[in-house]
Nanobody
């Protein structure tokens, strides 16, 4: 059964850090570009970061460049999003997402298409 399971969200103060994890199962993990998307209340879902199958190519939204780092461990079928210097505007539900078969980072971020979503994890940045 195909699954993407996010973890690591929570409440953090401005300037703090969190690391999100996305554990994948049920498919050949290293054959897919994987991304992190987020949706804040009242806003459209946006692509935050994507990483290629071999981890050599990454994409970051301008709003997170220099603060967020995406990585993947294909041996563990897991993608990570390290989030530093968090701001209140980073508050959102963060979703792990799988790109379409053989899709590149450019074809996946920032606007998809996405063929499978995780259930999401809440990140709240507030004092």
């Amino acid at each position: 059964q195909l699954q993407l399971v996010e973890s690591g969200g929570g409440l953090v103060q401005p300037g703090g850090s969190l690391r999100l994890s996305c554990a994948a199962s049920g498919f050949t993990f290293d054959s897919y570009t994987i991304g992190w998307f987020r949706q804040a209340p009242g806003k459209e879902r946006e692509g935050v970061s994507c990483i290629s199958r071999g981890a050599s190519i990454t994409y970051y939204a301008d709003s997170v460049k220099g603060r967020f780092t995406i990585s993947r461990d294909n041996a563990k079928n897991t993608v990570y999003l390290q989030m530093n210097s968090l701001k209140p505007e980073d508050t959102a539900v963060y979703y792990c997402a799988r790109g379409r078969p053989l899709a590149t980072v450019r074809a996946t971020c920032p606007a998809g298409p996405i063929d499978y979503w995780g259930q999401g994890t809440q990140v709240t940045v507030s004092s």
